[in-house]
């Protein structure tokens, strides 16, 4: 049972870069917490904690063309009543890292946050865990 | 006692700030969960999800004697289990937006996620929900 759970956050998970992938707003929709706070931060933008901001953000976002875009890596950090996965983004040849948290609701999984910002390495030369970044 | 957990909550949020101000080591090292997975993406690194090289990131960037840090504006989004509040970072002349996840442990918030990334606006002048951001 545990598994499947860990299967369907991975294949929400999915569901969510396939909505994106395809600039399928409706899909997109669907697929955010209908009863739970949201937030969603996109890159280089202040965050969005309004369910109604967040689904106009990516419509505004597929409305001007939408990038392209690739996962890598995915991975389940924790899952409970709400469950994180982080992922490796490339958009646009750029590299991101994403954080998508989702919560157990009505049976399914769904987004209650986004946040992707960009990684300044080459995934195939991943840093050592103690690398000092341009900021932190 | 809901306000209390909030404010618990916002205090958690504020000793996180204290401990990465002061180059608190110990500090930062007791904010963190023990009992919970945990994660932190610091600004163009990679995701670092395990606890040991979470604690060890932390004493290496203040080994190099880490930037100074100003908040602004924490929100609180959802408490339950799991709370994530919201805030913006002044760091090093630039601005950051940060989302920190805590899990409510032993009586105490701690930090089982830190993600801080970078905002291209001004505080004072902040875009409309449906601006378009430079990736997504």
Same sequence: chains 1, 2.
């Avoid at 697929?31 to 901001?53: E, F």
């Avoid at 953000?57 to 875009?69: K, Q």
């Avoid at 946040?115 to 341009?134: E, N, T, W």
Wanted: charged letters at 25%; a negative charge; one cysteine or more.
């Amino acid at each position: 049972m545990a598994d499947d759970r860990r299967r369907r956050l991975l294949a929400a998970n999915k569901r969510f870069y396939d909505a994106f992938s395809n600039h399928n707003a409706e899909a997109m929709e669907r697929l955010w917490a209908r009863h739970h706070p949201v937030a969603c931060i996109h890159p280089g933008w202040p965050p969005l904690a309004d369910r109604q901001a967040v689904i106009q953000s990516w419509r505004d976002i597929f409305r001007n063309g939408g990038p392209l875009i690739d996962i890598q890596g995915a991975r389940i950090v924790f899952d409970g009543d709400i469950a994180m996965v982080l992922c490796f983004e490339m958009v646009g040849g750029q590299l991101l890292v994403a954080t998508n948290l989702f919560v157990d609701e009505d049976g399914d999984w769904r987004l209650i946050h986004h946040q992707a910002s960009g990684v300044v390495m080459d995934l195939a030369d991943p840093p050592s865990a103690g690398r000092s970044g341009p900021l932190h």
